[in-house]
């Protein structure tokens, strides 16, 4: 299979690059939208990023948060103008729970706006499912516990809910259609010695790609850093043996061994929040997922106004966060922040000497 997740995948689209500066804001639309519909979830998982009190992400969000129907169909019309390049929806909540999923994927389907989605695969069936499996580009389920006591014991669920995920997962991959099934381990110290097992029953089940990628403890780098070490030798088997036997399928996210040293900024701009901002379910637009629902975070309101116009003419706000001073946490695109710094800061009298 060909690769699916890479930092480079932004040296696709010069333009946008060529747009970016520390000194001015870049006009163009951004290239992919996170859109947060709703804060609610009908599963508590411990280490829900959100939902801890000692995390900077989810601050300030409101559990009950959703968009209502009218907001969101403004919103896909502003996206499908502006010609934004993909919408992946996430949480906050469970996308799925949303109650206007349905249309607003299918609007983004008739405008030709490819879409994704995160999802716990509990509410992955029905028509909305069958949208997804047709139009959609990937769906990305997560999945934590191996059976169905660990599953409960992780998600704070019925015992009976890994087995419906899973029935959901296989009775999704016989809709056919062109969409991935993807999925997330998300490692812990409880599955760490179960991945490989996982990964044989996501396989059994048909999953086009499995991700591993390590959970995310603490905003301080070190705690993260000293909670997989703990079991660092033990997952690098596991991912060792998966990818022995499953190795077309299976993924280690830079995150696994990378992101855990991604903590550290020494940048003062960041240019990713022009590639990849967050809609969140409170109708605030955030620069990513990894500062949505905090006030460092915010770039701008788009209650009451849309989200095409405030991009325009607020764009004032995308030079005011300095990653070095509130962004020394877990960040997902800290590796593609680097190397558009390296791409943009090459001396252009060097740059014949290839
Ligand atoms: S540096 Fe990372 S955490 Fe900070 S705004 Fe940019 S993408 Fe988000």
Known sequence: ?????????????????????????????????????????????????????DFQLGETMVERDQIPLEKM??????????????????GGGEPFVYPHLLQTVTRLAEAGIPFASLTNGSRLLGEVAQVFAERGVWVRVSLDGWDGPSYAKIRRVKQTAFGKVLANMETFKKLGGRCLLSTVIVVTHENGPHIYDLVRTLSGLGADSIKISPVVVSNDERKNHAYHQEHLDLVRNEVARSKADFGHLTEISDAFYGQLASFFKDYHWCPFLQIRPVIGADLNVYSCQDKAYNPDGLLFSIKGRGFRDAWHRDKGQFLRLDPSKVCNHHCVANGGNKLIFEYLGTDPQHLPFV
Not at 7 to 23: D, M, T, W
Request: proline content about 6%.
């Open 73 to 90: 169909m403004e919103i896909v019309d502003d996206l499908i103008e502006m010609k934004v390049g993909a919408v992946t929806f996430s």
């Open 1 to 53: 299979m060909a690769i699916l997740n890479s930092n480079l995948k932004i040296f696709h689209y010069p333009e946008k690059l060529r747009s970016l500066s520390g000194s001015s804001v870049s006009v163009l639309p951004p290239l992919h939208v996170r859109l947060k519909p709703t804060n609610i979830c009908n599963h508590d998982c411990w280490f829900c990023a959100y939902r801890q009190d």
